[in-house]
């Protein structure tokens, strides 16, 4: 009896742990192979050799990328480097990048580590610029000033808080205001081990002011990027694992309230919204696990999304880049300005293309 008791039991192990491989694989895509849909006229952009893992574009056509991510357990080209926030002028007819100095601050620039960003320009035109910065590891939100004649950032404050322990990315909607998703990956092994392998839903959406701050939506796998529809009314959620976007209806009081949720067949990345169409822009990761399991011989693929009409019953989904990584590996953010795209990646190079 007792060596049945223990066969039975070794046999659900047996098949639990077959269910949690599939599972496994499956959020992340890991037998997905990418078909090339190229665009013609694109050139990797001088200057970006190191990641360029978010980007923002200005009405005016100036566009901020954050370098140099260093991503724990992800691939590093220049891991002794910290990161950087460049400027391009997609207004100029080869435009190049240029690094924009930090002034003003007690910010460690040895330490700073950039990830997702957000701009917020008030009634006077003045820009602001938040970043999420991962100093050892850990997450602030950094608030910077641009100036644009100088042609560069004025550190005004740092932004800790206990709700905000693992920030991702990141959309402003005020100089001090904003919405955050958190991941858990920058907070130890422990958790990212639990989170990434068992698939465990804790990632959630936070709103701060400096009056309040509070969870505003929760039980994501993975949640990564974040923005909102030109008017304001609506907030986009990419789900990474769970390969989905969801669309939030905002409130006056900075709540949410879900209203859809559209699936895809590939792990969504950070979100950009044309402000003139509100079309949304995705960078995409095919196949998962060549993120996290870096193969010089396999490189991680890269994908961009079109997605138009997204509040409406039929979205229209295109799939307006793919390549399997020979030329650009692992876009995470794609944004356009006036018929230019640009495609960002986590530790690779960066794309700019003529529609």
């Known amino acids: 009896m007792a060596k049945l008791v223990v066969l039975t039991l070794l046999g659900l192990a047996l098949a639990a742990f077959r269910e949690h491989r599939s599972s496994y694989q499956t959020r992340f895509n890991a037998f997905r192979e990418v078909k090339p849909v190229d665009l013609p006229r694109c050139n990797l952009i001088k200057g970006i050799e190191n990641g360029s ?29 910290p990161g950087k926030i460049l400027l391009m002028d997609l207004n100029e ?85 904003f919405y955050a998703t958190n991941d858990h990956y920058f907070v130890n092994q422990y958790l990212r081990s639990w989170e990434l392998h068992l698939g465990l839903a804790w990632s959630y959406v936070v709103y701060y002011s400096p009056n309040e701050v509070q969870v505003v939506a929760e039980g994501f796998d993975f949640a990564n990027g974040i923005n909102i529809s030109p008017d304001g009314k609506h907030v986009y959620i990419a789900e990474l694992l769970a390969h989905k976007i969801h669309v939030y209806e905002k409130h006056a009081n900075w709540t949410l309230t879900p209203l859809k949720t ?19 822009w995705v960078g995409c990761h095919p196949n998962g696990i060549k993120i996290f399991f870096y193969d010089a011989e396999k490189p991680p693929a890269s994908e961009v999304l079109q997605i138009q009409n997204i509040l409406t019953d039929e979205p229209k989904v295109t799939l ?26 986590v530790f690779h190079k960066a794309l700019y293309c003529k529609l």
């Open 53 to 81: 893992e978010d980007l923002e574009i200005l009405p005016n056509g100036l566009a901020f990328i954050s370098t140099g991510l260093q991503y724990p357990g992800i691939k590093s080209f220049d891991p002794s480097k």
């Open 320 to 345: 307006v880049y793919a390549e399997n990584g020979t030329v650009l590996q692992g876009s995470t953010v794609a944004s356009v300005y006036k018929g230019k795209l640009l495609i960002g990646t």
């Open 262 to 280: 559209l699936d895809f067949d590939t792990l969504v990345d950070n979100i950009s919204v044309d402000p003139v169409t509100g079309d949304l």
């Open 93 to 177: 007819e080869d435009p190049s990048v240029l690094e924009l100095s930090i002034t003003g601050s007690k910010l460690d620039l040895s330490s700073f580590n950039p990830h997702g960003i957000s701009t917020f320009t008030d009634e006077d035109n003045t820009v602001y610029l938040l970043v999420v910065n991962h100093p050892d590891y850990k997450s602030t939100i950094e608030l910077f000033k641009f100036q644009e004649e100088e042609k560069s950032l004025l550190h005004l404050k740092t932004i800790r808080h206990r709700l905000l322990p693992n920030v991702n990315d990141i959309v402003a909607v005020g100089p001090e205001q």
